[in-house]
């Protein structure tokens, strides 16, 4: 009788190679191609990104690096739980097999699973039940991603918030994050007339609207990172920082107050490359958002004193795809700007 459990060959390419030692090959599903990764350090958030094979450093990649924190170590400290669990699952399952294998073949049993031992009056009946092989999940993973593209090697990755670095090269590509992110709310823009068309103009209204307060507070969120990036690489500590952060509350969301919080934050003047017919444009924008969010779109008093555009109290604020439009670009390029000054 063969000592192996496991024979070699198989789905899994299972090979023996010791006494009692086998290596199988057990490939992790994807979605369209894309691997989960975690990142090795647990306080990172959220730590978790995906990168398709065969894109990027394809040979003799020793490091490969998180998105978020850029811890770096080797491609393998990646591996996400679910994977590890998913394989181990998988294994669990063909030893399983092996072993019923193994003892049908040690009893006797053909392939009827049953013998039975003398005639007549005294008959024994040996029966052998195959334990069932457990069910294997897939690595839950979820769909809430952003995709991209590095630009630098051509890494084709999917990360779930605002990321820094390519996980292959460890190249900064921040910048190429954060048009991602205008770039979906451009997208949405780009359907409206159509969603007119189908759904009616409440609902081509909403995604206009929708549209501002994602413009809104990408802004805010990037501005917020560039800031903490700011006070790190000037030696602040991680507690001074989340003080600072506190103080900052929602005031990137404003540009008038975003203008005055960035100054007293960094030292820095965050419309340094930008006109003051932009900053004047993007304020005005912004601010339409206010009476959008709080009074269901009805201009109030308060938005009046503030910005004198000429919408009558009481009527229905208009704000157009094309302003958001107009916004996104304004943003960019304060944003793009600013960063390269912090960094
Ligand atoms: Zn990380
Ligand atoms: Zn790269």
Known sequence: MSNSILDDGGDFQTRKVG????????????????????????????GYFKVKLGTGLTEGQVLAYCPYCRQEGEPNDFTTQAQIDYALSVLKNEVVKGIDKSFQKALGLGSSHKKTYGSGMFKMEMTYKSSKPDYVPRPLEEELRRDIICPNCGLEHAVFG?????????????????????????????????RREELGARVAGRDIEN???DVVSVFEAVLKIITIKH?????????????RLEKIRNSYQNINSAGETFHAQTGLDLFHNTSQDEVETLR???????????????????????????DTEGREIQVTAQ???????ISKKIISSVYNLCT
């Not at 670095?165 to 709310?185: A, N």
């Not at 006070?231 to 003080?243: C, Q, R, T």
């Not at 302003?323 to 670009?329: K, S, T, Y």
Request: glycine content about 8%.
């Open 231 to 243: 006070l790190a690489n000037n030696g602040m500590s991680h507690d001074e920082i989340s003080k």
């Open 162 to 194: 605002l990321a820094t670095w390519c996980p292959d090269c460890g190249k900064d590509i921040f910048m190429c994050h954060v048009e991602t992110e205008f770039g979906v709310i451009q997208k949405v823009l780009s359907i409206v007339d159509k």
């Open 211 to 213: 549209g501002l307060e």
């Open 284 to 310: 005005t924008i912004f601010e339409k958002r206010h009476p959008l969010t709080h009074n269901l779109g009805v201009v109030d008093k308060k938005y009046l004193e503030r910005v004198r555009t000429g």
């Open 19 to 46: 006494p009692d030692q086998y290596e199988m090959h057990i490939p992790i599903p994807t979605n369209d191609g894309l691997v989960g990764r975690e990142c090795p350090n647990a306080e990172c958030s959220p």
């Open 323 to 329: 302003e958001v439009e107009i916004a996104i670009g």
